[in-house]
Nanobody, 118 residues
């Protein structure tokens, strides 16, 4: 089992920046694809960014060029740097870990609220 704990959400003005963190309970980055997802009120959860075990990244079109996913292996932590934030980025952001072989080994954090508003 893997526990994921997100932090770093909050209220920010349009054009501002936030960095979200996701701390894993143990070292998993060699066998798990890590990802950030978000869910806005009344909408389905959607992928924001993913980071594979081989350091390949994938971003939703809506955040390309503004968001960056990265990790610190020594800290077992994944980050989502969010720049040039827009009101439409407002959502609860969730961290996800997906085992690269065992499809049922899929874990979610509790979520952190990001609100972009003036």
């Amino acid at each position: 089992h893997v526990q994921l704990v997100e932090s770093g959400g909050g209220l920010v003005q349009p054009g501002g920046s936030l960095r979200l963190s996701c701390a894993a309970s143990r070292s998993i980055f060699k066998i798990y694809t890590m990802g950030w997802y978000r869910q806005a009120p009344g909408k389905q959860r959607e992928m924001v960014a993913t980071l594979t075990t081989s350091d390949s990244t994938n971003y939703a079109e809506a955040v390309k060029g503004r968001f960056t996913i990265s990790r610190d292996n020594a800290k077992n932590t994944v980050y989502l740097q969010m720049d040039s934030l827009k009101p439409e980025d407002t959502a609860v952001y969730y961290c996800n870990a997906q085992h690269i072989i065992i499809r049922t080994a899929n874990y979610w954090g509790q979520g952190t609220q990001v609100t972009v508003s003036s």
